[in-house]
């Protein structure tokens, strides 16, 4: 038995077991969102907004849950590895690998200015054409952004 050490592996592990994420085997906006919301709660958010539009999907809140635990994993991290999370319970991992295994495009907001999870046309510093402005309140100081489309579960990996 031969083993993927590359740094793709997790992805290809979530990818593998979409059928188990979701119902049906399809990659669905809302169950990745609310699963990361969930996360987000158990971090310490106390008010999280979930927004969907033009099939982008955003996670927001006041509070920095992808800045909050003790780890303090880089954004890079989050969203490319498969990341422990026992303070939801002892064989749990963040969700937010759901993002770059099943969507298209997506990005961070943190402190106002944007960070690129993947893909191209998202600008590190122009916030004034993102999909979110506009559809989540601007109060919510940490934004997650991610495209799904009709080819959900054709994600793209981080270089």
Known sequence: MSFNTTKHAPIEFIRRRKNEIF???IPNGQVIAS???FGAAVLGASHIELKNQNNWWFVASPFNWLKSNEHNYDINSLFNR???FP?????SYRSEIYVTAFSESAYVVMEHHSHPVFRKNILDTDLIDLPHIG??????????????NSNAGEGNFNS
């Open 35 to 37: 699963n990361i919301a």
């Open 23 to 25: 119902d049906g085997g």
């Open 135 to 148: 559809v989540v309140p601007s109060w919510c100081s940490t934004v997650l952004a991610f495209l799904i």
């Open 87 to 91: 303070e939801q319970s002892p064989s």
């Open 82 to 84: 498969l990341i422990p």
